[in-house]
């Protein structure tokens, strides 16, 4: 049974940073691609960063660009963004999810597993 558990969320003044992580088991984290995604409400799921098996290729819109980071430790099965200069448009909850192939992927479709969210909350 594939697992994704989310973790980092909180509520922090605008400008500030949060280091999300998401905790993947049950299959074999390192052949696999993964993403971070966010919805707020009354809003879609919106992309927010990708990251290949490797992590030698990430992508980001250009919402998040130069604020997040996303990066992989495959020893620890573990995910991570990092989110600096946060503004209050980026609150949401923030879902981690895992492809079933290798490549980046940019859209909720192209994800498979997921995990049940983390609030991020950014006061002005």
């Known amino acids: 049974q594939v697992q994704l558990v989310e973790s980092g969320g909180g509520l922090v003044q605008a400008g500030g940073s949060l280091r999300l992580s998401c905790a993947v088991s049950?299959?074999?984290?390192?052949?696999?691609?993964m993403g971070w995604f966010r919805q707020a409400p009354g809003k879609e799921r919106e992309f927010v960063a990708a990251?290949?098996?490797?992590?030698?290729?990430?992508y980001y819109p250009d919402s998040v660009k130069g604020r997040f980071t996303i990066s992989r430790d495959n020893a620890k099965n573990t995910v991570y963004l990092q989110m600096n200069s946060l503004k209050p448009e980026d609150t949401a909850v923030y879902y981690c999810?895992?492809?079933?192939?290798?490549?980046?992927?940019?859209?909720?479709?192209?994800?498979?597993?997921w995990g049940r969210g983390t609030q991020v909350t950014v006061s002005s």
């Open positions: 990251i290949n098996w490797s992590g030698s290729n990430t």
């Open positions: 999810a895992q492809r079933v192939n290798s490549g980046l992927g940019f859209g909720p479709t192209d994800y498979y597993y």
């Open positions: 049950g299959r074999t984290f390192s052949r696999y691609a």
